[in-house]
């Protein structure tokens, strides 16, 4: 069922649901200020059909790494994608052999390690922005809620909008960075702990402008996309991260798929009775797989074979025709 042409609008509606990407096309970006704070005139023509081709390029992804049986981490250290010339174009990748028309190609991205791998594609990137700004809050509370299967932490009352703290703190210094900002946010003892596990992963992308485009690096004033997991592990930028999230965090990763999976195939959110069935779903595709490398196809198996959904209400839709052509 997954290999045919019907499974488009369950990989389309899963993947805008799980990763949100059905958003990047409502998200306010004023792309007209960017290209005056980034010195970068083609910003101005940052367009809705720009943000269509981001989403299609992670489902298109998605949908590559399921039918053709590959590891689900792959999700996040391909170096490959899916693009066509304009995307290409505005990714600025030189090294590839470019795509033809508005067709999406499988592209080689080995020479350009900063894309290839959901969290270096543009539909994340413009997703987890502010209209005018970078937000590594965003891009790190977009991991660990998506990727990782961390609930988001409970808002602190009477805590000034971070939004609030970065105005205040670049009006005391025209030249503080975002990273230098949060860390003046982060001293109040009710903002650390949560700012402690959202922000080095964000700052890892804060390469990528909330276009999508890649900031190139300013000798003067480089960004710094360093970083530690609150499990110890280190890394330099997204690429190291990447790698780190699919090798030491995989378990987490199949379970966050899981649960979007299920949330998706039942129609409602993930409940405490659940986790049984997450936990068995993981751990069958890990034993298939042979302890390592569990593939999305045998996750989606897992989920259309469980009591909650055989148990659901089916609606007859694409997912739910899995079941019976299992």
Same mark, same amino acid.
């Given at each position: ?29 004023? +792309? ?74 499988? %592209?080689?991205?080995?020479? +350009? ?11 994340? +990137? ?6 005018? =700004? ?8 977009? %991991? ?9 932490? #409970? ?9 609030? /703290? ?5 009006? =005391? ?53 360093? #970083? ?53 779903? %993981? ?10 490398? /569990? ?26 025709? /899995?079941?019976?052509?299992?």
């Amino acid at each position: 069922m997954l290999t045919d042409d019907k499974s488009k609008r369950f990989f389309k509606n899963f993947t805008g649901q799980w990763l949100q990407t059905n958003n990047t096309l409502s998200v306010n970006i004023a +792309h007209r200020t960017l290209a005056r704070i980034y010195k970068n005139e083609k910003l101005r023509d940052f367009y809705g059909q720009h943000r269509r081709w981001m989403q299609d390029e992670t489902t298109h992804l998605v949908a590559y790494v399921t039918r053709e049986n590959r590891p689900a981490t792959e999700l996040l250290t391909a170096d490959y994608s899916f693009l066509n010339k304009r995307l290409a174009e505005w990714y600025d990748l030189k090294h590839i052999k470019k795509p033809k028309g508005n067709k999406f190609e499988k %592209v080689d991205l080995k020479k +350009h390690p900063e894309r290839g791998g959901i969290l270096k594609h543009g539909s994340i +990137h413009v997703l987890t922005a502010n209209p005018t =700004q970078t937000s590594p809050v965003k891009r790190g509370l977009f %991991v660990l809620e998506n990727i990782l299967a961390v609930p988001p932490p #409970g808002a602190v009352p009477d805590v000034p909008s971070l939004e609030e /703290a970065l105005g205040e703190a670049k009006k =005391q210094n025209k030249n503080i960075t975002v990273r230098e900002a949060l860390a003046l946010h982060s001293k109040d003892k009710s903002c650390a702990s949560c700012h402690a596990r959202m922000d080095p992963i964000g700052f890892a992308m804060e390469v990528y402008s909330p276009a999508g485009h890649f900031i190139k690096a300013d000798p003067k004033r480089p960004i710094d996309t360093s #970083g530690e997991l609150g499990s110890g592990e280190k890394f330099q930028d997204i690429h190291e991260l990447s790698l780190i999230l699919a090798d030491k965090k995989e378990h987490e990763f199949l379970t966050a798929i899981t649960e979007k999976l299920i949330t998706f195939g039942v129609g409602r959110g993930i409940e405490y009775f659940d986790a049984p069935t997450v936990e068995q779903i %993981v751990a069958d595709a890990v034993k298939k797989s042979g302890g390592k490398n /569990a593939t999305l196809k045998d996750l989606i198996h897992g989920v259309v074979q469980s009591a909650p959904f055989q148990k659901r209400r089916g609606d007859g839709g694409i997912f739910s025709s /899995a079941s019976s052509n299992h």
